[in-house]
């Protein structure tokens, strides 16, 4: 099934309100057991799934040295607070602008997706995958109180221009084919590197 007809599959007969249903599980760490979704490759069914964007609440443009940069602030944003999400698979879903604190991602797929702009605090990502995504402009690390861990994550050929990364921590991931334009990786660490950095094996 195309990434269109997933998506699609969420906008049309039922698709809006149990999408919405869906959502709000996410957000408040409700089970998803009792919904009338289905298993792929033995994953939670959620390819295609879109979370609703957020409002643009204004709107600026700054002129520095070199460049002309456009901001923006934006109101009602989706956050997770405390959440585990596990075995999911959300293949080709748009998931832009989430905020995550103190989240566990576990055991999903993400693949295709599109995670623009994600701000993560205290936020753990294990046995994951992000191929061929589309992180662009995200914050995957912050300087928060324990830090953003990711275990055994794959984001090859995924899309981080523009990601900025501070403490955090990389073991086993795999960023083979990755855009890495832009990319800001400070006071990262592998546990399988002799010396500080951002490197991963």
């Not at 600026?60 to 075995?87: Q, S």
């Not at 103190?102 to 702009?117: E, G, I, K, Q, W």
């Not at 402009?137 to 501070?166: I, P």
């Amino acid at each position: 099934m195309s990434d269109a007809a997933l998506g699609r599959r969420w906008r049309e007969g039922s698709g809006p309100a149990l999408a919405a249903r869906v959502i709000d599980r996410l957000v408040t760490g409700a089970p998803l057991s009792d919904l009338p979704l289905d298993r792929h490759d033995g994953l939670v069914d959620l390819r295609g799934l879109a979370t609703p964007g957020p409002e643009v609440l204004g709107e600026a443009t700054v002129a520095g040295d070199a460049a002309v940069t456009g901001l923006r602030w934006l109101g009602g944003l989706i956050e997770l607070r405390g959440a585990t999400l596990l075995d999911l698979d959300l293949t080709g879903a748009r998931l832009e602008h989430l905020r995550f604190f103190d989240t566990v991602l576990r055991d999903c797929r993400l693949d295709r997706a599109s995670c623009r702009d994600w701000r993560a605090w205290d936020f753990t990502v294990e046995d994951c995958t992000f191929r061929r995504s589309n992180l662009r402009g995200a914050a995957l690390g912050t300087r928060s109180e324990k830090g953003n861990h990711y275990r055994r994550v794959d984001f090859s050929a995924a899309d981080l221009r523009d990601v900025v990364c501070q403490r955090a921590t990389f073991e086993d991931c795999d960023f083979s084919g990755a855009r890495l334009e832009k990319v800001e990786f400070g006071g990262c660490t592998s546990p399988a590197a002799s010396s500080p950095g951002c490197s991963t094996r």
